[in-house]
């Protein structure tokens, strides 16, 4: 299925369950205007044809002293794609980066890095990513405060 394919009910079972994932197959079906059981066969739809990908909480990182964020660009030395893969699976390693994104910039990723503080992210650049695949060069931006994180 693309996404031609999603009509308008889909799209807001989609919405809706992107705000709250914890709703029941009733109060969805009354947010779509359907009834439990067609509602419940879209869900399964979409979840097995990838559109809904998991469920899960969103945890308070500040209240579980993670609240130190670090927005990293890296630069490699080499971008073949071997070095890329190699990077790639190399960061699935380091449990402080929450997300990596390739970019298309001067630089060639950008990490989001959460640790307890900046001697903690110092040690994580120092040890963990300095030392990933490739990399030559990093340059770091310290996050004052989050005003939007959906």
Same mark, same amino acid.
């Given at each position: ?20 994932? &914890? ?59 071997? %070095?890329?893969?190699?990077?790639? &699976? ?31 992210? &110092? ?19 310290? %996050? ?7």
């Amino acid at each position: 299925m693309t996404e031609d394919q999603l009509d308008r009910i889909d799209r807001n079972i989609l919405s809706a369950l992107g705000r709250d994932g &914890r709703l029941s197959m009733s109060e969805l079906a009354a947010k779509v205007g359907l009834s439990r059981t067609p509602v419940q066969a879209r869900v399964k739809r979409l979840e097995k044809d990838g559109y809904i990908r998991g469920y899960r909480a969103i945890i308070d990182r500040e209240r579980m002293g993670e609240g130190h964020v670090a927005f990293v660009q890296v630069k490699l030395s080499d971008t073949r794609s071997a %070095a890329l893969d190699a990077f790639n &699976r190399a960061v699935q390693g380091v449990p402080e980066i929450e997300q990596c994104h390739m970019m298309a910039s001067s630089f060639d990723y950008l990490l989001k890095v959460r640790t307890t503080d900046i001697a903690a992210y &110092r040690r994580v650049l120092g040890e963990r990513i300095s030392a990933l695949p490739h990399v030559a060069q990093t340059s770091t931006f310290v %996050a004052m405060e989050t005003v939007k994180d959906r």
